[in-house]
């Protein structure tokens, strides 16, 4: 039975029309000139339920029930998840939750000195949020971390952000099917239970302080820090400062360090790395750009032209997305990269060539994440730096030992480290994964993060633009499903709109925003076809 409200009977004689439909609705049912129409509620069709047992749900077909949803982290990932979540989906009770008493993640907590994007910034930033205001092809740390506050205040994710909470623990209650998380208020020092029907896990990989398992750590009378903990207050200046580590962060550190007046620089290194020419030169020499430095004029060209600036955005993606057959073993590409950055490296360390020779690796360029590390290489050189090889052995009050029993005395000691899927879909894919990067540069004879023993567990098994095609949209036949009703179609309602019943539009779909226009003759000559993918 129909859930229309009872119109009354009208006489329609031939030779009248002043009981046309447009008169009867308006006349039975005056709501409709404000486009609302109230719920059929006693209609027959929800008083009585069918001999299946089953009776339709009065609620329209829009309706979905309130789910609560919990982000862990407010980093980049976490900021867009609170502009995309309200967004695009409705009844959604949002908390994102960070330790830290200000958004930004990484970019937050890390304030060394030369701490920097080592991509090309305007890579480095939300497609959707351009900044042509970038300082530098490399913008350091405070200036991501304003950015990233910026689009929280420009898209109000702040209301959804509480700062200075850390997640404790968390555990998923299959009675209840949501998840029960443990919080800790820092600033109120209390702990507190919260719970959510889905949790978003957006904290990053690269968060957890790790400390160098050394003897003696704890013994040195001078200054340790921790890049991931920077004391912003120290004064580096004429002081013997010994770095750990040969990370992106060191990378970073060294060359900012070696300028300061009158330090001097005892740099352990025990792992061989590539470093790479910078990301994006050929777009810096087309610019004529002197260093890495953007000039106020360029700036201004940006914000004043916005088509050329989005150009300049397409050229440095397109860059990027050209070189992924640099990953696989054996291609041009690949052995022709390999032996650029062999070249670039020795013309940097000319002045200590025995360096080149050490640091060299025997592994292929990308198999450890690449760092293009403007200066490092020139630091390394100089009079101020001493670049020892020889592996520690402990620590002790006054400096650190290594295994020749040489005693490097030093200031401060700076440690630099860097719904359930179907279990066969999950199986699949790591097999795929399995099968994609053992002909990558990533399976060679290196120490990565991204990787555990001969399983890659941090990157995805193919090109960028492999990525978001797959991900662009879920393959819900790849997902198990428990239903709330044992009618799975009771999701349709009572057969009414939620335009209907609100006073929306109720032609909304003729309204050009809606519309998807065919191209005629020929709908297959679409333009966006012949420039992305035929999937979308």
Known sequence: MSAIPNLPEQDHHPSSREHDLDTVLSTSIPQLATKRIDSPTNTASFANPSSSGFALHDTVIENQRPIKVVVVGAGY?????????????????????????????????????????DIPSHSYQYSFNPNPNW??????????????????????VDRFIKLSHEIKSCAWDANTSKWTLKIEDLENKRTFEDTSDVLIMARGGLNHIAWPQIE????????????????????????????????????????????????????????????????????QDKLKMDGFKFSEEQKKKFRDDPEGFHKFRMEIEEGGNEIHSLTIMGTDMQKGAQQHFEENMKNRLQKKPEIYDWLKPSFAPGCRRLTPGPGFLEALVEDNVDFIRTPITKIEPKGIVTEDGTLHEIDVLENIKSMTVKAGRVRDFLSYSDEYFKNTVFMDDCKSWYRKGDTIVGLWPGSTLHCIEALRSPRWEDF?????????????????????????????????????VPTSPLPEENTEFKIRAYSQ
């Not at 300082?135 to 109000?156: D, G, H, N, W």
């Open 77 to 117: 990932s976490g900021i867009y998840h609170g502009i995309r979540i309200p967004e695009r989906l409705r009844n959604v009770d949002l908390t994102i939750y960070d330790k830290n008493a200000g958004v930004g993640g990484t970019w937050y907590e890390n304030r060394y000195p030369g701490c920097a994007c």
């Open 135 to 156: 300082s530098s092809m490399y913008s350091p740390a405070a200036e991501i971390q304003a950015y990233l506050a910026a689009t929280v205040k420009k898209y109000s």
């Open 216 to 283: 003696g750590l704890k013994s040195f009378e001078g200054e340790v820090m921790h890049s991931a903990a920077w004391n912003q207050d120290y004064d580096f200046t004429n002081k013997r400062i010994g770095v750990i580590g040969s990370g992106s962060s060191a990378i970073q550190i060294i060359p900012s360090l070696q300028r300061l007046s009158g330090t001097n620089l005892s740099c352990f290194i025990r792992s061989r790395t590539w470093i790479s020419p910078p990301f994006g030169q050929a777009i």
């Open 480 to 516: 198990e499903y428990e239903y709330g009703e044992e009618n799975q179609m009771a999701w349709l309602g009572n057969g009414w709109s939620t335009n209907q019943l609100e006073g929306r539009d109720l032609a909304y779909y003729l309204l050009p925003q809606f519309q998807q």
